[in-house]
């Protein structure tokens, strides 16, 4: 197997890691994902990309679970991202069975943003073409975190970030609009950033909901319409609001 | 001289197990909780050397959580009690656990099960098991008792007349046990049998 153990993942002249940016453009291609930090709450949202008549919707989740109070939703390379997830669902048990204690949101993300790292630097293998949006609770403090990685191993903290697809127009909007919210206003705050990059509607936003009581909660497509028509009615209103006064009010 | 011992009730599974945890002459603690709580709707109840018991079963249990988290849904009772098998089968010529358990969950399609994994890897479904020599007295009483559908009342007497014989018939019986009951509600703590209680906290 001599001709398999040359690094893929070497340094260009000019000090790039080639592989890693390639990677990082996979994650621009995949589905916009965003994740906004409330006081109580952690949201997670991911795009829908429109599903194929014949495919059962349910199979395809983006949102998952890798522990009672850790979430991840991720954008880029999907096969990529299952072995990512199980790794790191065995790591949380693992801990669990050594220390008697559950993960902490940042233990968790340092372990899988050690785990890119580590094939962007070993023999015959290509990094990981996702970008991760790890959410939860930690356990003793109850503190909520939101972490992002990426393929090159990095990782840090964020009140709200945005990957995949419009990470940037997502990014933007969330500066512009952020504040520390708590119950459903974080959840409004999550579906009003993806509006800005996804055709509206339920049927193309997933969005999970991480509290400590509850873990994470999946919203039904009818609850997601609900919030939506909400948001719309909002930006009408502040529409007309802007606009001046005429004989025949719209609103 | 670990007592475990379990049966199948209506709708529910009960497994009982003494609380001593000794050191040749030397009792540790007498409220060593020795039933598991495997998930939501198991119960694993150990015996054997207390490094592997604990060892062997938060093992199988970090297991049975992490195929919940991999695929959605629970282990089902028959499924946990396969794997807990095929464990100690493979450690069993290697370096083998000496830690005889019972294995009691519900399925919401199949009900009540209890299953019999003694620490030679073998596996039985039964209706009632007892491990120790408390199963002496335990499973000669049951086998009087028991029959099928028993109510949880019916079932926990049974229970308190195998703890008596137990009591009065080994020689160094254990002064306390624990009654655990898994049914469609979920595994749960039942009740406490003590002759030996811990000194009452000093009050302010």
Request: glycine content about 8%; hydrophobic content about 40%.
């Amino acid at each position: 197997m001599a001709r398999y153990d040359r690094a893929i993942t070497v340094f260009s002249p000019d000090g790039h890691l080639f592989q890693v940016e390639y990677a990082l453009e996979a994650v621009r291609k995949g589905n916009a994902a965003v994740g906004v930090r409330g006081t109580d709450a952690i949201v997670l949202g991911v795009e829908k990309k429109s599903t194929p008549k014949l495919q059962d919707s349910r199979s395809v989740r983006k949102i998952v679970s890798l522990d009672t109070h850790i979430a991840l939703a991720c954008a880029g390379l999907k096969a990529d991202a299952r072995v990512l997830i199980n790794r790191a669902r065995i790591e949380c048990q693992s801990h669990r069975l050594t220390v008697e204690d559950p993960v902490t949101v940042e233990y968790i993300t340092r372990y899988i943003a050690g785990l890119q790292q580590k094939y962007t630097q070993s023999g015959g293998v290509r990094p990981f073409g996702l970008s991760a949006l790890i959410v939860g609770f930690d356990p003793d403090t109850g503190v909520p975190a939101l972490y992002q990685t990426d393929p090159s191993g990095t990782f840090s903290a964020w009140k709200a970030n945005a990957t995949g697809r419009n990470s940037n127009s997502m990014r933007e909007f969330l500066e512009k609009n952020y504040k520390e919210t708590s119950g459903q206003e974080t959840v409004k705050l999550a579906i009003r950033a993806l509006l800005e990059v996804v055709e509206s509607g339920g049927k193309n936003i997933e969005i999970a909901v991480m509290t400590k009581e509850q873990g994470l909660r999946q919203l039904e497509e009818a609850e997601i319409d609900a919030i939506v028509a909400e948001i719309e009615a909002e930006k009408a209103a502040a529409e007309a609001a802007k606009k001046p006064p005429s004989k025949d009010s719209l609103v | 001289m670990e007592c475990v011992f379990g049966l199948v009730g209506d709708g529910f599974a009960l497994v009982a197990a003494d609380s001593s945890a000794v050191n040749s002459i030397l009792v540790h603690k007498s409220n060593e909780d020795k039933i598991m709580i495997l998930d939501s709707h198991k119960l694993l109840g150990a015996s054997g050397e207390a490094g592997d018991r604990v060892q062997f079963t938060e093992y199988i249990q970090k297991n049975v959580h992490l195929y919940e988290f991999r695929n959605g849904i629970p282990l089902s009772t028959a499924a946990a009690a396969n794997f807990t098998r095929g464990e100690l089968a493979q450690a069993l010529r290697k370096s083998p656990y000496s830690v005889n358990i019972l294995l009691a969950g519900y399925d919401k399609d199949i009900g009540p099960s209890l299953y019999y994994i003694d620490y030679i890897a073998t596996l039985h479904k039964v209706d009632k098991g007892a491990f120790g020599y408390g199963s002496f007295f335990s499973l000669s009483m049951m086998d009087r008792h028991y029959h099928s559908g028993m109510s949880l009342k019916e079932a926990v007497d049974l229970v308190d007349k195998c703890i008596v014989e137990i009591r009065t018939r080994l020689v160094v019986s254990p002064p306390n046990f624990v009654i655990k009951i898994v049914d469609k509600d979920g595994a749960k703590e039942y009740a406490w049998r003590e002759t030996i209680k811990d000194a009452e906290e000093p009050t302010a």
